[in-house]
């Protein structure tokens, strides 16, 4: 099965037969991705009296209960709910799912100790016609995907470089990092505001998607982006973002 999508007079086309999938799964116990000093992932059968929600155990089904934080434990899409005394539900204003999507790597710059992503570093990339920017971090290794970042100051995104993507219309912002702002900065947040423009006009359809991985196989470029979230009312969903080479025509 095959899409064909024009993006800046130009036309792709995309095979959905391929997809290649950025997210990391949740999965019980201390392997799995854990930030903000959350503990593992749970995952574990429903007992009721005798009996138990586990077929190895002698139960006619699998009933597992899971206890998860979404923006700990894995990669999760979040609106600007996060950081707002209202309640916003992410799955209220994400209504679209497909967006096209550039792919850039890059090295974060070391400032006052911090490893940071910078205005500078982004400004070189061509953003005409996209709608998500994706940021693969390096060095970039299969330890990101059993990473435990609590009290490790991870790296994270200057506020100039987000207020940087609102000005070129970037909606999406996924990348492979616990958060878009520093581990402690006070509560500032100061990424989150600049990307949802919280001093200004409210960005209520913009999203933030941390913690993904991307092989080094998947090469820097232009893609279609799909990105799939659970029905769930909260600021933050786990979600599956996945991407299909785009070429051109």
Known sequence: MHAELTINQKTYRANLSKPLDISIP???????V???YAPPVEISPVRMDSWVGEVAQGGSVNFRNIFFNPHAHGTHTECVGHITE??????QHLKQFFFT????????EKINGDSVITLKQLTACNTEGVEAFIIRTVPNTSSKLTAHYSNTNPPYLHHEAAAWMVK???KHLLLDLPSVDREQDGGQLLAHNAFWNTA????YDATITELIFVPD?????????NLQITALENDASPSKPVLFELTEQ
């Open 168 to 170: 070129q219309n970037i």
């Open 217 to 225: 196989e998947i090469k820097d470029g232009l893609y279609l982006l």
């Open 26 to 32: 949740l999965r019980a116990g201390i392997n799995n």
């Open 34 to 36: 854990i930030a903000w």
């Open 86 to 91: 209202e309640w916003i539900s992410l799955n």
């Open 200 to 203: 200004n006009s409210i960005r």
């Open 101 to 108: 999507a550039k792919l850039i790597t890059l090295q974060p």
